[in-house]
């Protein structure tokens, strides 16, 4: 059954420092996101991608982050200087269509940043 | 008031018990709504869609009432595997799979 992979499942960084969150989402997918979720928290949205560009972005999206399409396979999403506020489980996810609601998620990336 | 409500339990129950879950929603321009599991430390599995009509699968069924933005899932016979959290999830008044999570409950099918 194809999914999405993600890399690294872990990464311990320090305050300041840059990350990038790579994932592969399914390959006949067209519709790619980044939800986060900081530990006990709810799930959250982060950012939707399709035609390589942003659609949709929340406010948690600020200008520290940004995401890529870089080739025809990985989807990035770049933490330019980490806070520790940013410690959380990164989740990518990718859709066939847009309206489903039924999203396939990878496995995470957690991220700690000390 | 929050986008999205759920007791977050645990409900704590013995195998082949039937157990309900509820969730409220806030924006009733809301589109499409959804029951996801999430395993320990896992990530984010769709379960089922729920509709107005309700929708069944097997052991589960959702429902739907648009008027009191208000969503149930139902599952009879429960197992030792049912045990997980289920996140209600609504997609937005905009669509384009801006899902909204509540914070789950968390279900324990004991032996």
């Known amino acids: 059954e194809p999914e999405v992979t993600q890399t690294p499942s872990h990464q311990v960084t320090q305050m300041g420092q840059e990350v990038i969150l790579r994932c592969v989402p399914i390959s006949n997918h067209l519709y790619f996101y980044w939800y986060r979720q900081i530990l006990g928290q709810k799930v959250e949205f982060l950012v939707s991608?399709?035609?390589?560009?942003?659609?949709?972005k929340s406010e948690i999206f600020d200008d520290q982050f940004s995401v890529e399409r870089p080739d025809g396979s990985n989807f990035t999403l770049k933490i330019r200087s980490t806070k520790l506020e940013d410690s959380a489980m990164y989740f990518c996810a990718s859709s066939r269509a847009q309206n489903t609601g039924e999203l396939f998620f990878g496995e995470g990336s957690r991220l700690t940043v000390l | 008031r929050k986008e999205v409500e759920q007791d977050p339990g645990p409900f704590n129950v013995p195998e082949g018990a039937t157990v309900a879950f509820n969730c409220t929603y806030s924006?009733?321009?809301?589109?499409?709504f959804f029951w996801y599991r999430q395993d320990c430390r896992k990530e984010p599995k769709l379960l089922m869609s729920v509709y107005s009509s309700g929708n069944e699968d097997g052991r589960f069924t959702a429902q739907l009432n648009r008027a009191s933005q208000y969503i149930s899932l139902l599952i009879r016979d429960s197992k030792l595997s049912d045990s997980a959290t289920y996140l209600c999830v609504v997609n937005g008044a905009g669509g384009g799979n801006k899902l909204t999570f509540g914070t789950g409950t968390q279900l324990k099918v004991e032996l």
């Open positions: 924006n009733s321009a809301s589109q499409s």
């Open positions: 991608f399709y035609n390589n560009e942003i659609s949709e």
